[in-house]
């Protein structure tokens, strides 16, 4: 597909943002997540469910995770929720898990039918080229303004994955900037449609301007799929009018959106090692992990900064479980009970990016290091947290540039080990 690399800057209505970088936009017109097998275990049975609608009745679920898609048990994070009508609503997970299954389908079926293809290289009209390599240029600074950790992780890469990284990372901080930024006071649903509806344009080669024009190209060369973006789209709608999460469920589904969207967009980019055995979809469930991690770990970071926003995305269920309420957030004391709270919402961000960590060994290896080296660096928030005796309504827990610097040759180290070479349960089928 050959992107026509024509964009217009019209006055500016809906969307502007602190960066500076949103072109006077007049956006376009108008937009839009089942699981793996789960044992649930009903009183003295056990049942295999896939996406089943549970008959109402007096049976208790004792849910045991038995999330497959990486292939391990992963840790019981999330729960099936009876509806009055007596069906059980599939968890967030599965939700998640069935778009994961969808993206892993997709990617694979792209990269057989590029191989059965001898792909023709893109018809470039006279001086596009060097209106592309300033629109990806246009990125890289962004990226390196507002995001060092990233663009850090982004210069260890082979340059047409860096600057697809670039682009990608332009347009999830421009979506979040939406709801996250001196503007987001303005902006509105339709606004969000029709934000959506100029995605869908970036992929089908009509790009609004040069920052779009990066990532239209960019989905011409990956097998990105527009799903994770649409996805993001909805986090941010999330965001506009929810400021409290019953439930880890909840959060869960919330986390999916914001974050484990952008693994999913990475992994194309990323690529797989050509030795992998894993499958696919576990690669792609440590990607979403890996979002889902960093996700957890940035609202632990940023409690302090959210609830003077008054916004709380911690579970409403797990502060009352651990004696506290929204009252003590905002009062920001740092109790026992608080601690012992924070230990365990540190520990399930811990076990996501254990999860993550599955998965990047099966990247290309030109891929692991900036990956191992941006994981290892957005974990160390926690510990930062933790050193900071858990008080994170007064202190935003960082990484120092010795501790970043430090982080980068054992991320290089890590990138050496590659794919296991053992059959695993969800080797490629
Ligand atoms: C090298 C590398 C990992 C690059 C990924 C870069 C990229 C595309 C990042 C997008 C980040 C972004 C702006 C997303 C928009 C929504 C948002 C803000 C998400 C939160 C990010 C943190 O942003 P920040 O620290 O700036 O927070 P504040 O806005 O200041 O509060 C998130 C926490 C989500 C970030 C999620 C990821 C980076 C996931 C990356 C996952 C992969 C690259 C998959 C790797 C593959 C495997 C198999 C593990
Ligand atoms: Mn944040």
């Known amino acids: 597909m050959t992107v026509a690399l024509l964009w217009v800057a019209i006055p500016s209505t809906e969307v502007s943002n602190s960066f500076g970088f949103f072109h006077s936009v007049r956006v376009l017109d108008s937009s839009k997540f089942g699981c793996v097998d789960r044992n649930l275990m009903f009183k003295g049975k056990a049942k295999k469910g896939r996406n089943q609608k549970w008959k109402s009745g007096s049976v208790s ?40 299954l969808k993206q892993a389908a997709l990617v694979k079926q792209q990269l057989k039918s590029s191989e059965d293809l001898d792909v023709k290289p893109d018809i470039v009209l006279p001086g596009t080229l060097s209106l592309l390599s300033e629109a990806y240029d246009r990125c890289g600074e962004v ?33 979040d900037e939406l709801v996250d930024g001196p503007n987001a006071s303005h902006i509105t649903p339709t606004a969000l449609d029709r934000w959506e509806a100029r995605l869908e344009d970036m992929f089908r080669g009509r790009p609004f301007d040069m920052l779009d024009a990066a990532l239209s190209d960019t989905v011409t060369k990956f097998p990105v799929d527009i799903q994770p973006f649409k996805d993001m789209i909805e986090g941010m709608r999330m965001d506009l009018k929810k400021s409290r999460y019953k439930n880890f469920d909840e959060l869960y589904l ?100 254990n999860e993550a960590e599955k998965g990047v ?23 930062e947290i933790e050193a900071n005796d858990y008080n994170n309504f007064t202190k935003r827990a960082y990484v120092s540039k010795t501790k970043k610097i430090a982080s980068l040759p054992i991320a290089y180290a890590r990138s050496f080990v590659g794919p296991s070479r053992m059959s695993s349960p969800v080797t490629k089928a």
């Open 254 to 353: 919330y986390c999916y959106y914001v974050a484990g969207t952008v693994g999913l967009m990475s992994v194309p980019v990323m690529g797989i090692a050509p030795e992998s055995q894993a499958s696919t979809e576990s690669v792609y469930n440590a990607a979403l992990a890996l979002g889902i991690a960093n996700q957890l770990t940035n609202i632990l970071r940023d409690v302090g900064e959210d609830a003077r926003r008054g916004r709380i995305y911690l579970p409403q269920d797990e502060l009352a479980q651990a004696g506290l309420s929204d009252d003590d957030i905002f009062a920001g004391k740092v109790t026992d009970k608080w601690r012992n709270f924070m230990k365990n919402q540190i520990k399930r961000a811990r076990m996501f990016f």
């Open 143 to 175: 990226c390196a303004e507002y995001a060092k950790t990233f663009y850090l992780g982004t210069l260890l890469m082979t340059p047409e994955r860096r600057r697809a990284i670039w682009a990608i990372y332009v347009w999830c901080r421009r979506t």
């Open 361 to 383: 060994t099966e990247l290309s290896a030109a891929s692991r290091w900036p990956v191992w080296a941006s994981l290892l660096l957005y974990r160390r928030i926690l510990d």
């Open 61 to 100: 679920i004792d849910l045991r995770s038995t999330c497959i898609g990486s292939g391990r048990k992963l840790p019981i994070i999330s729960s099936m929720v009876a509806s009055h009508a007596g069906e059980i609503a599939i968890s967030s997970e599965e939700k998640v898990y069935n778009v994961v």
